[in-house]
C-alpha cells in the first residue's frame, strides 16, 4: 500500500493536486457513462453497475443494492424494475426468509454482463497499453486506497 502524502507540504501544491484529481475524476465519471452508453445502449452505467454487483454476489436484496451503493431505495426500485422488464434479472424467494426476494442476472442477464466485460477490458486495455507494469500497479494500488477511504466515509 503507497505511503500517506505528507500533510507538511505547501498547502497550494496540495490544494492544486487535489483539485486536478477532482476534476480528473469528474472528466473520468463523464467518460465512463458515455462507455457504458456505447457499449450496450439499452444498459445503462447504473444498471448495469447494479447487474454486475448481483452477478458477483450471486443475488441480493434491493435493499441491500440501495445501501452498497449509497442510492435511494425507490432509484433502485426503478432500476430493478427497467432490468426486470429487459429480462435481465429476476427475482427469487430466499430460501432461509420467504418474506425476502433476492435478486439474481438472468441468463441473458449474465449473457450482456460477459459481452460487456470483454469490451470493457479491450477499452481498458488499449488505454493502458503503453503504461509500465509499474505505473500500472501503483495507478491501481491508488484507486483501491483512494476507494477503501471513500467505504470508510473518509
Request: aromatic share 6%.
Amino acid at each position: 500500500m503507497p505511503e500517506a502524502v505528507p500533510q507538511n507540504e505547501p498547502a497550494s501544491v496540495r490544494a492544486s493536486a487535489v483539485e486536478t484529481i477532482q476534476r480528473e475524476l469528474t472528466s473520468f465519471a463523464r467518460r465512463a457513462r458515455a462507455t457504458a452508453a456505447r457499449l450496450h445502449p439499452e444498459l445503462s452505467l447504473v444498471s448495469y453497475t447494479l447487474l454486475a454487483h448481483l452477478e458477483e454476489l450471486g443475488g441480493c436484496r434491493a435493499t441491500d443494492l440501495a445501501a452498497h451503493y449509497a442510492l435511494d431505495k425507490s432509484t433502485v426500485s426503478r432500476q430493478v424494475s427497467a432490468l426486470e422488464r429487459a429480462g435481465l434479472v429476476m427475482r427469487r424467494v430466499d430460501p432461509d426468509d420467504h418474506r425476502v426476494q433476492v435478486l439474481h442476472p438472468t441468463a441473458a442477464g449474465t449473457e450482456i454482463l460477459a459481452q460487456v466485460t470483454v469490451s470493457r477490458r479491450q477499452l481498458f486495455g488499449e488505454r493502458l497499453a503503453d503504461w509500465s507494469e509499474d505505473d500500472l500497479t501503483r495507478f491501481a494500488a491508488y484507486l483501491e486506497r483512494y476507494n477503501e477511504a471513500a467505504a470508510q466515509g473518509g
